[in-house]
């Protein structure tokens, strides 16, 4: 198991836990507070009624699917508290099997004796009202199976809205994977603290809204953090550009990008990199496309590529005026470019963030011989490639895969898509809670590689870097306020909206 990571300082949001570190909260408030954990488990209860009632207030009408397990014990408690403020409630078991264990069976208990029942749970009946999982909770490991598997799909057949207990049955709290059939919530109610696998895809489409609820745990019983949620506080670690600064000393990039018919990617990385501070950007293209990317980006530095010469000296005479490296986007798939890319890991140790093309020259091996620090941003597809796996296996696993990429790369691994994560070799993990489906266009990847040569260039670590960046970036597709017309070039020019007067 992976450890937990050391908390990084700027944090870049809210923290997130795993479903141990809930595990050892909860111990040591009975071990170190003497609080009982069936108060724990009312307040659970309770918290999650306050929510069912707030968002359905004409509802009237629920659907209780309780676990064997202490989640179940929790949907015992919203199940009271439901009928006593005058809903109809119904209580489901799979096989009919009560909630076990000392605090949900004394919450059962107390149910039954007000008048509920545990029913056998019908698959070919139809659930009513407002359905509340309390099936599995964060405890769960591996895909559900035979009448707790069948409960899952009568719950997600319903016609309802559907609201999980603390985390939907199925989802792993702290992956979000999910391995069989899982709920499909409308709303979460989670307990305490927010959990990993609410925020990691697919986890993330199964918990739909996400509600943390107070259970009345002191704030000095506390575990370290399993990973962080990249919000706006993330841009905390964007330094004021001093007014005494010149152009170099607010960050100036090398950016290695552009091929016939991509030269818009490479224009679209260097405005991104001004937009985001860079005080200059240098573009390394072959002499015949240089005009082309001049006319879209006149600010750009031309360092102008002569295939009858040395492209790697070309490139690595101007490394004494940058203090960050960009490569790939539009670079082309051609072997020479190839040559290229190897060639710069190996003689550069200047911060370098390689994306799109630069991530299909090279291996994970290529990269943990890097003597300088690495940031790599692929999407599924690429990571798969760099892994050996299939895209669908990055998909399940987002958060594994991402892990592996920063081990084996020893490098920062901005995994994009749905939650975009961002990984240290250290075990540091940011997960972006900020980004829409707007940025679901092309040009888009190109955009975040600027922004975070950007601020490589600028000296900040490449984690903060990376969190900082991928905030910019989910903010500015908010900001060009467009929505699904949202194209690339709308995105650099939302960035000084987002960044401010930094």
């Known amino acids: 198991m992976t450890a937990e990571p050391t908390p990084i300082v700027p944090r870049p949001g809210s923290a997130l836990l795993s479903a141990a570190a809930v595990r050892r909260i909860d111990a040591r408030v009975g071990h170190e507070l003497a609080m009982p954990s069936i108060l724990l488990m009312e307040r659970a209860g309770l918290a999650a009624t306050g929510a069912v009632m707030a968002r359905f ?45 000392p605090d949900s069976t004394t919450m059962t208990t107390i149910a039954e004796r007000l008048g509920l029942v545990v029913e056998p749970l019908d698959t070919g009946s139809r659930l009513e009202g407002v359905v509340v999982d309390a099936l599995l909770g964060t405890g769960s490991v591996g895909a559900p199976r035979g009448p707790v598997a069948a409960a899952i799909n009568a719950i997600n ?19 979000g994977r999910v391995d069989g059939v899982a709920v499909r919530a409308h709303l979460t109610v989670t307990f305490h603290a927010e959990k990993l696998g609410l925020y990691i895809a697919p986890g993330r489409v199964y918990a739909g809204l996400v509600e943390v609820a107070d259970i009345g745990i002191p704030a000095a019983i506390s575990e370290p953090p399993s990973a962080w949620l990249i919000e706006r506080a993330a841009l905390d670690a964007i330094d004021a550009r001093r007014p005494e600064i010149d152009k170099y000393a607010a960050g100036a990039v090398l ?68 203090s960050a490296v960009a490569i790939g986007p539009g670079l082309g798939r051609a072997s020479a470019a190839g040559s290229l890319v190897r060639a710069l890991l190996e003689t550069v140790d200047h911060p370098v963030v390689l994306d799109a093309d630069g991530l299909w020259h090279v291996t994970l091996d290529d990269l943990a011989r890097r003597v300088g620090r690495t940031v790599i941003t692929p999407h599924a597809g690429e990571a798969a490639r760099l892994l050996g796996c299939t895209r669908d296996e990055v998909d399940a696993g987002r ?71 991928v905030a910019v970036h989910s903010l500015s597709g908010q900001a060009a306020g467009k929505g699904r017309s949202t194209m690339a070039s709308d995105l650099v020019e939302a960035i000084p909206t987002v960044i401010g007067a930094r």
């Open 399 to 469: 958060l594994d895969a991402a892990r592996e990429l920063s081990r084996r790369g020893g490098v920062v691994a901005v995994l994009k898509g749905s939650g975009t994560l961002v990984v240290g070799p250290d075990g540091a993990v940011g997960v972006d809670a900020l980004g829409g489906p707007e940025l679901a266009t092309a040009g888009s990847g190109d955009v975040l590689t600027g922004i975070i040569g950007s601020l490589l260039a600028t000296g900040l670590d490449p984690w903060s870097a990376a969190c900082a960046s």
């Open 157 to 175: 057949a319903s016609c309802g809205p559907v609201v999980s207990v603390d985390m939907p049955s199925g989802v792993s709290a702290d992956t």
């Open 255 to 322: 950016l290695v990008a552009g091929s016939p018919g991509m030269v818009g990617a490479a224009a679209l990385a260097a405005r991104a990199a001004l937009r985001a501070g860079a005080g200059i950007v240098f573009s390394a293209l072959a002499q015949e496309l240089l005009a082309n990317l001049t006319a879209l980006a006149p600010e750009v530095v031309g360092i102008a590529l002569d295939g009858d010469h040395d492209a790697l000296t070309a490139i690595t005479s101007q490394l004494t005026r940058v």
């Open 57 to 101: 207030p004409d509802a009237g009408e629920a659907t209780i699917v309780v676990g064997p397990g202490n989640n179940g014990g929790d949907g015992m408690v919203v199940a009271r508290h439901l009928q006593s403020a005058g809903w109809s409630v119904r209580v489901l078991a799979p096989d009919g099997r009560r909630p076990g264990g």
